[in-house]
């Protein structure tokens, strides 16, 4: 059942949860992503990184054998490109078979990143295949440079890039960061700019940097519309965690540890799959 995002965004929307979207870079971490979403009947996006994409096997290697994975699976599922900033690069991913792509021009002033993802979104048309956009600035951990104040998305700017740009899911900024927090440290979350974008939009919105946020913090995000949660540290961390408890242990070799990898994964989506909702909802 491979889709793109627009269907399952939209009931996610109208139910009022989210669906988890997990970055993967190979085809154990896409297994675990997918594992996970069928036992729990869950729709489910494989969100893979621009960046990672670059760095590792690319797009058209890793797409193909996503989709035989995506299309025997018994539940939805959505390939979307993360963070998608270069333009040619977000068409190649397109026309290899992404159902979705994020066309991340966020770092442009507002008229140039309206110009730059109403083309994409015109592109995108041509796959049958949705568009997310951003608006504001998400901060990054590694880079010692958490969300602050002027990064925030100003709901006044979200409005307008929603009405003009005609994504079919909006990322904004309202107090996570990428990457890993230190050990006990929750962001604060600015929730009254979550609630005046949802109230005049109504469009499916995206938190990124679900990783570590906090139980509370994401369930009152999903309560007042967010509906996809990005979520990668988290992810990589369980099953780097189960890389190190194994390592010393005689009985396992490379093939059998990267197998309890993927169930460490399995576990972590799912446990983040019924923190978002979305359990049971796949058609």
């Known amino acids: 059942?491979?889709?793109?995002?627009?269907?399952?965004?939209?009931?996610?929307?109208?139910?009022?949860?989210?669906?988890?979207?997990?970055?993967?870079?190979?085809?154990?971490?896409?297994?675990?992503?997918?594992?996970?979403?069928q036992e729990l009947r869950a729709p489910i996006i494989i969100d893979l990184l621009?960046?990672?994409?670059?760095?590792?096997?690319?797009?058209?290697?890793?797409?193909?054998?996503?989709?035989?994975?995506?299309?025997?699976?018994?539940?939805?599922?959505?390939?979307?490109?993360?963070?998608?900033?270069?333009?040619?690069?977000v068409k190649r991913c397109l026309k290899d078979g992404f159902s979705s792509v994020m066309m991340d021009a966020s770092s442009y002033p507002i008229e140039e990143n309206i110009r730059i993802?109403?083309?994409?979104?015109?592109?995108?048309?041509?796959?049958?295949?949705?568009?997310?956009?951003?608006?504001?600035?998400?901060?990054?951990?590694?880079?010692?440079?958490?969300t602050d104040n002027e990064m925030y998305t100003n709901p006044e700017l979200a409005i307008k890039y929603a009405k003009e740009s005609g994504v079919d899911a909006l990322a904004i900024s309202y107090g996570s960061s990428h990457g890993d927090y230190p050990n006990g440290y929750i962001p604060a979350f600015h929730f009254d700019i979550l609630e005046k974008i949802k109230r005049e939009t109504g469009i499916p919105l995206v938190l990124h940097g679900g990783s570590g946020c906090g139980e509370e913090n994401i369930k009152k995000s999903v309560s007042l519309g967010i509906n996809k949660i990005n979520v990668g540290s988290d992810f990589f961390k369980s099953q780097l965690n189960s890389i190190r408890e194994n390592m010393n242990s005689n009985e396992l070799d490379y093939f059998n540890i990267i197998h309890q990898t993927i169930a460490a994964g399995k576990d972590l989506v799912k446990y983040y799959i019924q923190l978002a909702g979305s359990e049971g909802k796949s058609l």
Do not use: W
């Open 1 to 37: 059942m491979y889709v793109s995002m627009k269907g399952m965004l939209s009931r996610a929307n109208q139910g009022n949860y989210a669906v988890m979207a997990i970055n993967c870079f190979n085809l154990e971490t896409a297994k675990a992503v997918i594992g996970a979403a």
């Open 117 to 146: 993802t109403k083309d994409m979104v015109e592109f995108a048309q041509i796959y049958d295949a949705s568009v997310e956009g951003e608006i504001g600035n998400i901060g990054s951990i590694s880079s010692n440079h958490m």
């Open 50 to 89: 621009q960046e990672h994409l670059i760095q590792h096997l690319g797009s058209k290697l890793l797409t193909s054998p996503i989709i035989e994975m995506a299309n025997a699976a018994s539940v939805e599922v959505a390939i979307n490109l993360d963070h998608g900033q270069d333009i040619g690069f």
